[in-house]
């Protein structure tokens, strides 16, 4: 067996706003993008009483590092 070198992503929450903070720091940094953004569909958006097409992640590289931002509402339930 092989050893395999796991890659880790970092996530950064936000109550709102997650594509407008992404957009935000691909502006400043050179050599960044974003790789792709997932909404809520209708399934998701009526149980969690969200907008239909809101954006749930964005994921995005700054020169090779990759993140995540989180748009999860604006408190926290375990």
Same mark, same amino acid.
């Given at each position: 067996?092989?050893?395999?070198?796991?890659?880790?992503?970092?996530?950064?929450?936000?109550?709102?706003?997650? #594509?407008?903070?992404?957009?935000?720091? @691909?502006?400043?940094?050179?050599?960044?993008?974003?790789?792709?953004? *997932? +909404?809520?569909? =209708? #399934?998701?958006?009526?149980?969690?009483? @969200?907008?239909?097409?809101?954006?749930?992640?964005?994921?995005?590289? *700054? +020169?090779?590092? =990759?993140?995540?931002?989180?748009?999860?509402?604006?408190?926290?339930?375990?």
């Amino acid at each position: 067996m092989g050893n395999k070198i796991q890659k880790i992503t970092s996530n950064l929450w936000f109550g709102t706003q997650a #594509e407008e903070a992404a957009q935000f720091y @691909i502006s400043i940094f050179k050599h960044s993008k974003i790789n792709r953004v *997932i +909404r809520y569909g =209708n #399934e998701r958006h009526k149980m969690e009483e @969200i907008e239909e097409g809101v954006v749930m992640t964005v994921e995005f590289e *700054i +020169r090779g590092s =990759n993140l995540c931002r989180l748009k999860w509402g604006t408190t926290f339930q375990i």
